[in-house]
C-alpha cells in the first residue's frame, strides 16, 4: 500500500486552522478523538468493537431501508432494493456466520446507504455534528424548508461491502465518522477525470482497482489510499474522487455540505 500522508488533527484544532489549512485549501486530512461522547459509539458497538445487530434491531427494526447490491452494476453505481432494517439485519447475521464467506454460497454483498437517519428517528441524537463541520449552507437551506430533504446520512455493512468510485454530490465536502469498524479509501485530487477515463476507455471505471496497474497510475495523480479506523472521521474536500471498502463490519455517519469555502466548486442539476 502506498504510504498514508494525511494529517491526521484531533480536538485541539481550532477551527480557524482547519478553516485555512483545510477547508479553504481543499485539502484531505482526519480527526481523531471527536466521537467517543456520541450516543451511537456508546450503544451500536458491542465491548468488542463489533456492530450490535440486536440492540440496532430492537431499536429501529421497523425502519424502511435502502440496500445496494455491491456486486451489480447499475449505470455508473449500484442496484437498489427497498427492506426493512430487521430483514436487513437477518441478512447481516447469516453473512457472520458463514463467516463472510460470499463465494460459496448465494449470498451478495448488500450495502445500507444514505440512510436519512436523523430525519426519521430525530429524538435519538445519535450524534453532534463537531464544531469544524458547523457552516453548513445545505442542511440550512433544506431541513425544515420546502424542500423537505437532507444530506445527512448512516451507512451500515459488512466486510467487503463498497461504495464506487465518485465524486461527491454536487461537488460538496463530506465528512464520514466510523462508529464502528475500518474503512480503506482510495482518493484521487480533483480533476484527474480525463487521465482516469483515457486508462479506460474514455469512461469513468466503476472501480479504480480493477485498471490495470492501479497503483502505477494512482501514484501518477497523486492519488493515494488511506486506512479510516474506528472513531476516526475523515474529512473528503470537493471535487476529490474516491471509492471506499468496508475492511470490516462498519458503521459509519456521513454529511455532505457546502459553504463560502466551496461555494465556487458547486453546480446545480
Ligand atoms: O462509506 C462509504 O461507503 C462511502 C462514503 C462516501 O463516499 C463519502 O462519505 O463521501
Ligand atoms: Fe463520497
Same mark, same amino acid.
Given at each position: 500500500?502506498?504510504?498514508?500522508?494525511?494529517?491526521?488533527?484531533?480536538?485541539?484544532?481550532?477551527?480557524?486552522?482547519?478553516?485555512?489549512?483545510?477547508?479553504?485549501?481543499?485539502k484531505?486530512?482526519?480527526?481523531?478523538?471527536l466521537?467517543?461522547?456520541?450516543?451511537?459509539?456508546?450503544?451500536?458497538?458491542?465491548?468488542?468493537?463489533?456492530?450490535?445487530?440486536?440492540?440496532?434491531?430492537?431499536?429501529?427494526?421497523?425502519a424502511?431501508v435502502c440496500?445496494s447490491?455491491?456486486?451489480a452494476?447499475?449505470?455508473n453505481? &449500484?442496484? +437498489? $432494493?427497498?427492506?426493512?432494517?430487521?430483514?436487513? /439485519?437477518?441478512?447481516w447475521?447469516?453473512?457472520? @456466520?458463514?463467516?463472510?464467506?460470499?463465494?460459496?454460497?448465494?449470498?451478495k454483498?448488500?450495502?445500507?446507504?444514505?440512510?436519512?437517519?436523523?430525519?426519521?428517528?430525530?429524538?435519538?441524537?445519535?450524534?453532534?455534528?463537531?464544531?469544524y463541520?458547523?457552516?453548513?449552507?445545505?442542511?440550512?437551506?433544506f431541513?425544515?424548508?420546502?424542500?423537505?430533504?437532507?444530506?445527512?446520512?448512516?451507512y451500515m455493512?459488512?466486510?467487503?461491502?463498497?461504495?464506487?468510485?465518485?465524486?461527491?454530490?454536487?461537488?460538496?465536502?463530506?465528512?464520514?465518522?466510523?462508529i464502528?469498524g475500518?474503512?480503506?479509501?482510495?482518493?484521487?485530487?480533483p480533476?484527474?477525470?480525463?487521465?482516469?477515463?483515457?486508462? &479506460?476507455? +474514455? $469512461?469513468?471505471?466503476?472501480?479504480?482497482?480493477? /485498471?490495470?496497474?492501479?497503483?502505477?497510475?494512482? @501514484?501518477a495523480?497523486?492519488?493515494?489510499?488511506?486506512?479510516q479506523?474506528?472513531g476516526?472521521i475523515?474529512?473528503?474536500?470537493s471535487?476529490?474522487?474516491?471509492?471506499?471498502?468496508?475492511?470490516?463490519?462498519?458503521?459509519?455517519?456521513?454529511?455532505n455540505?457546502?459553504?463560502?469555502?466551496?461555494?465556487?466548486?458547486?453546480?446545480?442539476?
Open positions: 500500500m502506498m504510504s498514508d500522508p494525511i494529517p491526521r488533527l484531533n480536538a485541539n484544532t481550532s477551527y480557524e486552522y482547519f478553516y485555512n489549512q483545510f477547508l479553504v485549501q481543499n484531505v486530512c482526519i480527526f481523531e478523538g466521537t467517543h461522547s456520541w450516543r451511537s459509539c456508546k450503544e451500536w458497538q458491542t465491548s468488542d468493537g463489533k456492530p450490535n445487530l440486536d440492540l440496532l434491531s430492537r431499536l429501529f427494526g421497523e424502511l440496500v447490491d455491491c456486486n452494476k447499475y449505470f453505481s &449500484n442496484p +437498489n $432494493q427497498e427492506m426493512t432494517f430487521n430483514e436487513y /439485519i437477518d441478512y447475521k447469516r453473512v457472520q @456466520r458463514l463467516d463472510h464467506n460470499y463465494s460459496s454460497n448465494d449470498l454483498i448488500l450495502y445500507l446507504k444514505d440512510w436519512h437517519f436523523v430525519s426519521q428517528f430525530p429524538d435519538y441524537n445519535a450524534y453532534e455534528r463537531p464544531v463541520f458547523e457552516s453548513d449552507w445545505v442542511n440550512e437551506a431541513i425544515g424548508h420546502q424542500l423537505n430533504d437532507d444530506f445527512r446520512f448512516v455493512g459488512p466486510k467487503h461491502s463498497s461504495t464506487p468510485l465518485h465524486v461527491d454530490v454536487f461537488g460538496s465536502f463530506s465528512w464520514s465518522a466510523n464502528c475500518t474503512k480503506k479509501w482510495l482518493i484521487i485530487p480533476g484527474n477525470e480525463p487521465q482516469i477515463k483515457a486508462l &479506460n476507455g +474514455n $469512461q469513468m471505471p466503476h472501480n479504480f482497482h480493477s /485498471i490495470t496497474d492501479s497503483s502505477t497510475h494512482l @501514484r495523480m497523486n492519488g493515494f489510499e488511506v486506512i479506523k474506528s476516526e475523515i474529512f473528503i474536500p471535487g476529490y474522487i474516491h471509492e471506499v471498502v468496508n475492511t470490516e463490519d462498519t458503521i459509519s455517519i456521513n454529511h455540505w457546502f459553504n463560502a469555502t466551496n461555494i465556487h466548486f458547486i453546480f446545480w442539476l
